[in-house]
Each structure stands twice: as structure tokens, then as C-alpha cells.
């Protein structure tokens, strides 16, 4: 997610007055709908993913800080299909979650997930992103 930037001056800075940097970073609780967004994650298949970067974006499905726009799109050289990749997501999520699994949710985030085998030096693989990235904004 992108925060919107916004520059005010610090009542507390130095006398040259610099800007600085404000976040207001959208939520559904500012009442703000969120932008279109896709989560790409290289080395889908790894230990990092399964055990932080999931349960990390279930629990943001969970308290409804991600779009309705949204997708993750899994790059890895395992070759699987996206039915495959949503079911080992599915059993991380089951396995790693840190509070009780709800259903719906779960079926939300698993339907936005999709994936690609190729190897990163290709530059086929980067096509089929594109192309994959394309279909879901």
C-alpha cells in the first residue's frame, strides 16, 4: 500500500524550516476506499513467505486493511499451477495462523492469490507477470 505524502513544517525544526515528511496511510476505518493493489512475492515457495509474509497479510484480511482490488501474484522456480499454490497456502494459513481461521476470509485471500514457475533470469517469466498483473488491476 501506498501512504499519501504530505509536507508540513515542523514547529520543532531548525531555523531553515525544512519539510517534513507526514503519512496518512488509507484505511477502511478513515472510511477511505483503499487503491487497486497487487502483492508480488518472489521465492513464493520459501520459509519466509509461508511463515510471515501469509499469516502477515491474512490477519491484514482479517481486520480489512487490504482493497477489495487485491491480489498477490507468487513467483518461484517450483513448477505448480495456482490451484496447487492456493492449497499449499491454504494448509500455511491453517498451520501458521496465530488466531482462529475464519472461512470466508480465508476463501477471499485464497481466490486473490495466483502464480507463476519461471526462473528470474528469464524474461518470459516476467512477461507472464505482466500479463498476470495486468488481468487484475
Not at 515542523?10 to 484505511?27: F, G, Y
Not at 483503499?34 to 484480511?61: C, E, H, M, V, W
Request: glycine content about 4%.
Amino acid at each position: 500500500l501506498t501512504p499519501h505524502l504530505s509536507l508540513e513544517a515542523d514547529s520543532n525544526a531548525s531555523e531553515s524550516h525544512l519539510p517534513v515528511e507526514k503519512t496518512d496511510i488509507l484505511s477502511p476505518a478513515k472510511g477511505k476506499k483503499l487503491p487497486p493493489t497487487i502483492f508480488i512475492i518472489f521465492g513464493a515457495i520459501g520459509d519466509l513467505t509461508k511463515r510471515k509474509l501469509i499469516p502477515a497479510l491474512y490477519n491484514l484480511a482479517v481486520n480489512q486493511h487490504l482493497s477489495e482490488e487485491f491480489a498477490v501474484i507468487g513467483v518461484d522456480c517450483v513448477p505448480m499451477s495456482t490451484e496447487d499454490f492456493r492449497l499449499k497456502i491454504n494448509r500455511d494459513i491453517h498451520e501458521l495462523s496465530s488466531r482462529s481461521i475464519e472461512s470466508n476470509v480465508c476463501d477471499w485471500l485464497l481466490q486473490r492469490l495466483h502464480y507463476i514457475s519461471g526462473d528470474f533470469k528469464d524474461l518470459h517469466t516476467f512477461e507472464k507477470l505482466n500479463e498476470i498483473g495486468r488481468a487484475h488491476v
